[in-house]
T-cell receptor
Framework: ETGVTQSPTHLIKTRGQQVTLRCSSQ?????VSWYQQALGQGPQFIFQ???????GRGNFPPRFSGLQFPNYSSELNVNALELDDSALYLC????????????????FGPGTRLTVT | RKEVEQDPGPFNVPEGATVAFNCTYS??????FFWYRQDCRKEPKLLMS???SGNEDGRFTAQLNRASQYISLLIRDSKLSDSATYLC?????????FGQGTELSVKP
């Protein structure tokens, strides 16, 4: 196992609600990236956090936001949920030095499966 | 055009077969490449990293052709446990760009 944990494992929300997903990174890793994986597709990059700051963002609207805490754990928040937000949300941890990846490999947690009805 | 494109699946092969997956990428500046394996309803798991022209790990061989912007994964002597979706991944400035994935089913 990678040592990356996520909570909750499953979640059901209704359209318009807000959701917070949580991730704890692997020991020794200081960077967390979030991905959305729709059924039958590869994961899509949402954003990355390094030293509590956003360090890159994919093509997702501002209602997707995040935080990173001093212990390197992270949260993903999604406001005004839409049906298309139903997906597996994955976080991955890695080790970055001065915003440059020391080692490019990322290790994933088990994901949170979000269903929006 | 997608940044990372993979062979469409599924690949259905008998045990012991050799199978190859192909992947092309569009960003010539990419420096590192990966193959991840994903089992049904599970998270992607790192299978191989490719930093130079290729990498070999037991039955698995990855090759990189930077001129053609092409990556391949070869699996020899397929096992039932190799059944999974294989994701071709390109590192772009620290974020991972995934292909759609190729499903492999190894049959007895």
């Amino acid at each position: 196992e990678t040592g990356v944990t996520q909570s909750p494992t499953h979640l059901i929300k209704t359209r318009g609600q807000q959701v917070t997903l949580r991730c704890s990174s692997q020991s020794g890793h200081n960077t967390v990236s979030w991905y959305q994986q729709a059924l039958g597709q590869g994961p899509q990059f949402i954003f990355q956090y390094y030293r509590e700051e956003e360090n890159g963002r994919g093509n997702f609207p501002p209602r997707f936001s995040g935080l990173q805490f001093p212990n390197y754990s992270s949260e993903l928040n999604v406001n005004a949920l839409e049906l298309d937000d139903s997906a597996l949300y994955l976080c991955a941890s890695s080790w970055e030095v001065g915003r440059q990846p020391k080692k490019y490999e990322q290790y994933f947690g088990p994901g949170t499966r979000l269903t929006v009805t | 055009r997608k940044e990372v494109e993979q062979d469409p699946g599924p690949f259905n092969v008998p045990e012991g077969a050799t199978v190859a997956f192909n992947c092309t990428y569009s960003n010539s500046a990419s420096q590192s490449f990966f193959w991840y394996r994903q089992d049904c309803r599970k998270e992607p798991k790192l299978l191989m990293s490719v930093y130079s022209s290729g990498n070999e790990d037991g039955r698995f061989t990855a090759q990189l052709n930077r001129a053609s912007q092409y990556i391949s994964l070869l699996i020899r002597d397929s096992k039932l446990s190799d059944s999974a979706t294989y994701l071709c991944v390109v590192n772009k400035g620290g974020k991972l760009i995934f292909g759609q994935g190729t499903e492999l089913s190894v049959k007895p």
